[in-house]
């Protein structure tokens, strides 16, 4: 993807690299929201199984991808 896209680009330091969600994504989308601890102050259900991580890429992120202006890292 092109790095001057308006909607989520990537953003790339020595350090870390923020970029869109893509499909392969799910196991650690899985493995993130799926720890309790990491969802103490998130205000959802932690994600029970791979097919939940996809439906949640699905419904919350690849649609604002089609915006023109946002940020959904």
């Known amino acids: 993807m092109d790095n001057m896209q308006?909607?989520?680009p990537r953003l790339e330091t020595?350090?870390?690299?923020l970029r869109r969600f893509?499909?392969?994504d799910?196991?650690?989308v899985y493995s993130i929201f799926s720890d309790e601890e990491v969802l103490k102050f998130v205000p959802m259900n932690p994600i029970q199984n791979l097919g939940e991580?996809?439906?949640?890429?699905?419904?919350?992120y690849y649609p604002k991808y089609e915006?023109?202006?946002g940020c959904y890292y």
């Open 6 to 8: 308006t909607n989520t």
């Open 14 to 17: 020595e350090r870390l690299i």
């Open 22 to 24: 893509e499909p392969g």
């Open 26 to 28: 799910e196991e650690a």
């Open 53 to 60: 991580a996809r439906e949640f890429l699905e419904k919350r």
């Open 67 to 69: 915006d023109d202006f």
